[in-house]
């Protein structure tokens, strides 16, 4: 479950806030899709909610842990690991193979055992369609299956929530329905997870609920059939 | 060469000129004590073309030799102490006493009245004439002292003969030190003469057909022994020692054995002046030495080898520098990388001021800071510290450069997702960033490693005897440039190559992930 409340962030250079009062909850396992035009504050409430970015007001709640804004950055911390997140540019490590990419966060900050990590992290890349994969760099891999690993890595820390961006926008326009199965596949494992694209099309078809972000707010929301472009 | 002798002798004069004083008050009353207490004497000495001075023998390196190597032996007996040469190059020596590097400067020390600011003189162990040296059959030699009136002659640096030749107005052209390449460039050409001490004249000049040396002399020049200004007692025992050789004649037999017992050292002695000169049997073995150059065969199959020791020797220390000084630039390095990139507008102010100031002024004069300066401050650094930390620091801003270049290269979204994944900077630097950052900074690091290896050649400043500094002591002593040159080339080559060899798997591993056959 994530839960927002009244978020307000401000950039010193910008006159208007990038985000104005933004509340929405979201229950656990859902299947959300944040939709706007660019510019909206998609990737700003993305990088609010995965605590890469300050808020200037409001709560951010996963699973009732809570984020106020006046916790400061070191209050940011506690949604590291928590919730997961799926970059636009992906950024996967190059210099480690998929299931490294996989590993390493588990290793380090949970100190999982290798052995345990790889287990566990094999596992997921094969749920994902990766088991022939495992040992390749990012470098050699599609884009469709690069999106897969940083899928799985994030999902290796075992986060409540996972937030993507713009999955669909960096991928062949055929590959869009293999990114909507793979959500369903994640969707299994109960976690909660945000979308974040401009597009329509896809919103429309891979979500079960739709929030629309125009300047800064959500001024609509609703199940994806009722939504209109 | 001119322009970088002159700006060393000037920085390497101040700094010492007040770095003296508080070396002389450390050592103040106890050098003589000490030298009897551990049976030593240790004497400072340039062996870089000293003949007949200091020098080591040409036919085996290995040995020094020379009329101040058996004066020095005799001087120390006679103090209850066994001669330790250490080596300086000529125009520091005074400074390099001051330092505390030795207990006596004995090597052609001109008795001169500014000298008694920084040390104390002995009495007088040898005189010597200025004699001019020309091209022989050269019908525009200048053989008066009027006639080198705006001619090119070469002397050593701040000699008698230089101020000799400065007042007569005449271009003076100084070394760094060769007293082989003086003569070499009068022989090719590149000056019309050359006006050194006698003892040198007949060494170098009076063995090569092609130069003559112009009746009579131009001036004369009194040799002492400089100790450490305070050091009375130690002064008074020299002299004590050096007033009985010269009763007992063994001054006489001494300069007599290398050729070089002329009227004016009879005359300071007060023997009557010399009759006829008898066999020279050092000279003799000097001029079937070097007279002509040794035959190909001759330099490999015997001459060469005799320079395995030394060359070894100086490859060690230089490959050994080279290592310790790359590591300490790397972590430093890496310090400032880290400071200039991830610190606070303060710790990244301080970064860049001292990369800039490392980086902008040269390795030369940070080393002359460090060795003659920084005992003004009362720290007084072992010559291979000193010349580690020199090179070590220098290379840190080269190196923290590399790796602030290594670190922009990677994308800002990585630290950004291992901080999502929960990974703190720390972590996120040593195991995302910095494979990555390094296998950009490694090429550049090969090629600093190599060139550090050269530069180290620049610690013979602080009397450390490495690779370049061995070569030209041995290609003066042998009077062999060339030969010896491609040999010393070798052996920088024989530790470049597995250098930068090894730079290229570094490459190769941390690279591994963008080649096709991984996969």
């Known amino acids: 479950m994530i839960r927002v409340d009244a978020l307000v962030k401000r950039y010193a250079s910008l006159a208007a806030p990038a985000l104005r009062r933004v509340s929405f909850e979201v229950a656990s396992g859902q299947l959300v899709a944040i939709l706007g035009r660019s510019g909206a504050g998609k990737s700003t409430l993305l990088r609010c909610l995965v605590g ?26 506690v949604l590291h690991g928590r919730v997961g997140l799926v970059p636009q540019s992906l950024d996967l490590f190059p210099h480690l193979s998929a299931l490294d990419n996989c590993t390493l966060a588990p290793r380090i900050v949970k100190g999982e055992r290798r052995a345990d990590a790889e287990a566990r992290a094999s596992r997921l890349l094969g ?29 290796a820390m075992e986060p409540r929530v996972l937030l993507y961006d713009e999955p669909t926008s960096s991928l062949d326009p055929s590959l869009r329905e293999e990114v909507g199965r793979t959500l369903l596949t994640v969707k299994e494992s109960g976690v909660t997870q945000l979308v974040s694209t401009h597009d329509w099309e896809f919103a429309r078809s891979a979500a079960e609920w739709v929030l629309v972000l125009e300047g800064g707010a959500i001024v609509r929301e609703g199940e994806p059939g009722q939504i209109v472009g | 060469m001119n322009a970088r002798s002159a700006l060393r002798a000037l920085l390497v004069g101040v700094a010492a000129a007040a770095a003296s004083p508080a070396a002389a008050a450390g050592a103040r009353g106890g050098t003589l004590q000490a030298v009897q207490q551990r049976r030593e004497l240790r004497w400072g000495a340039d062996v870089f073309g000293g003949a007949p001075y200091v020098f080591q023998d040409p036919m085996d390196p290995n040995h020094l030799v020379g009329f101040e190597v058996e004066l020095a032996d005799a001087i120390a007996r006679r103090l209850g102490a066994k001669a330790r040469p250490a080596a300086g190059a000529w125009d520091k020596l005074l400074d390099l006493l001051a330092r505390g590097d030795f207990d006596v400067a004995l090597n052609g020390i001109e008795v001169a009245e500014e000298k008694r600011r920084v040390c104390l003189l002995s009495r007088p162990y040898y005189a010597a004439g200025e004699r001019l040296s020309v091209r022989r059959g050269d019908p525009g030699a200048p053989r008066t002292l009027e006639a080198v009136k705006g001619r090119r002659v070469g002397a050593l640096p701040g000699s008698l003969a230089q101020r000799i ?5 005449a271009v003076v052209v100084t070394y760094d030190g060769g007293q082989d390449q003086i003569y070499d460039d009068l022989r090719l050409g590149r000056t019309d003469a050359v006006l050194l001490d006698d003892p040198i004249a007949h060494y170098y000049a009076d063995v090569q057909p092609e130069l003559e040396t112009v009746p009579g002399s131009f ?29 007992t004649g063994r001054l006489r037999a001494l300069y007599q054995r290398w050729g070089i017992w002329n009227a004016e050292t009879a005359a300071l002695l007060g023997e009557p002046p010399p009759a006829r000169p008898g066999l020279a049997e050092a000279w003799e073995a000097w001029r079937a030495a070097v007279g002509r150059p040794p035959s190909l065969r001759e330099r490999l199959l015997v001459r060469y080898p005799r320079t395995f020791g030394l060359f070894a020797r100086a490859a060690g220390l230089t490959l050994l520098l080279t290592l310790s000084s790359m590591a300490l630039a790397m972590a430093v390095g890496a310090l400032l990388a880290a400071a200039r990139r991830y610190g606070a507008a303060p710790v990244r102010w301080l970064a860049v001021g001292v990369i800039e100031l490392v980086r902008g002024t040269p390795l030369l004069v940070q080393l002359i800071m460090i060795y003659f300066g920084l005992p003004e401050l009362g720290v007084k650094l072992d010559p291979f510290v000193a010349g580690w930390l020199g090179l070590g620091l220098n290379y840190a801003a080269a190196e923290a450069e590399n790796y602030r270049a290594g670190l922009e290269s990677v994308p800002v979204g990585q630290g950004e997702v291992a901080t999502t994944l929960g990974l703190s900077r720390l972590q996120a630097l040593r195991h995302v960033i910095a494979p990555q950052a390094l296998r950009i900074a490694v090429p550049p690091m090969t090629n600093d490693v190599i060139a550090l290896l050269k530069d180290s050649s620049l610690v013979s400043l602080v009397t450390l005897t490495e690779l370049t500094k061995t070569y030209s002591n041995l290609a003066a002593s042998m009077r062999d440039h060339l030969g010896l040159g491609l040999v010393v080339a070798a052996w920088y080559l024989l530790l470049g190559l597995p250098l930068a060899r090894l730079g290229r798997l570094a490459e190769r591993r941390l690279g591994r992930h963008l080649r096709r056959a991984a996969a």
């Open chain 1, 127 to 155: 749920r994902l369609g990766l088991e022939a994969e495992q040992g390749a760099y990012p470098e050699h891999l599609s884009g469709g299956q690069r999106q897969r690993v940083a899928i799985a890595r994030a999902l």
């Open chain 2, 219 to 247: 001036g004369e020049v009194r040799y002492a022994v400089a100790v450490r200004l305070g050091d009375e007692a130690l002064r008074d025992a020299i002299d004590g020692a050096l007033s009985e050789l010269a009763r």
């Open chain 1, 52 to 77: 890469l970015e300050r808020f200037d007001e409001g709560t951010v709640e996963v699973d009732g842990v809570a984020v106020r804004a006046e916790d400061g950055p070191r209050g940011l911390r």
């Open chain 2, 165 to 169: 030749l400065e007042r007569a107005g």
